[in-house]
């Protein structure tokens, strides 16, 4: 299972969104690498990443979010969350075509995992944190 701060993370982010249905499958007593969107393997990234720069023996972390609402019938509103954060394995955030509004949480540059950020075509006031 993942981590209670992975946990915790994803829960804020599915509470912070308004999301019309599309994170209803997100229930706490589920495993949360089988909740739409988030990606907990590596060949399931895109484009892929290699998991032999990871040092952990199993793969229960989350490694990548995926919300693109030009192909989801449902799209995210809200803010993103500083919680986020403490995804500290996830390379990949994808979350264009949105409706997200706010500025950028420069906690977000702190990422060290992560390697894609794409926030195209949102609502956000601030520039990408590095």
């Known amino acids: ?39 907990c393997d590596c060949e399931a990234l895109s484009p892929p990443i290699s998991c032999d720069n990871y040092d952990y023996s199993d793969l229960n972390h989350v490694l990548g979010l995926k919300f693109n609402g030009y192909l989801a ?11 986020l954060t403490a995804l500290n394995f996830c390379s ?21 995992q992560l390697q894609i950020l794409d926030l195209s075509h949102n609502s956000l006031i601030s520039s990408i944190p590095c």
């Not at 701060?5 to 997100?26: C, K, M, P, Q, Y």
Request: aromatic share 8%; proline share 6%.
């Open 1 to 39: 299972p993942l981590s209670a701060v992975e946990l915790n993370a994803l829960i804020d982010f599915r509470d912070a969104f308004n999301a019309h249905g599309s994170l209803d499958t997100w229930i706490d007593s589920t495993q949360p690498c089988t909740w739409t969107g988030v990606l």
């Open 73 to 83: 019938r449902s799209q995210l509103e809200g803010a993103i969350p500083t919680t």
């Open 92 to 112: 990949h955030i994808q979350f264009n075509h949105n409706h997200i509004s706010g500025s950028i949480p420069s906690q977000l540059g702190q990422m060290t």
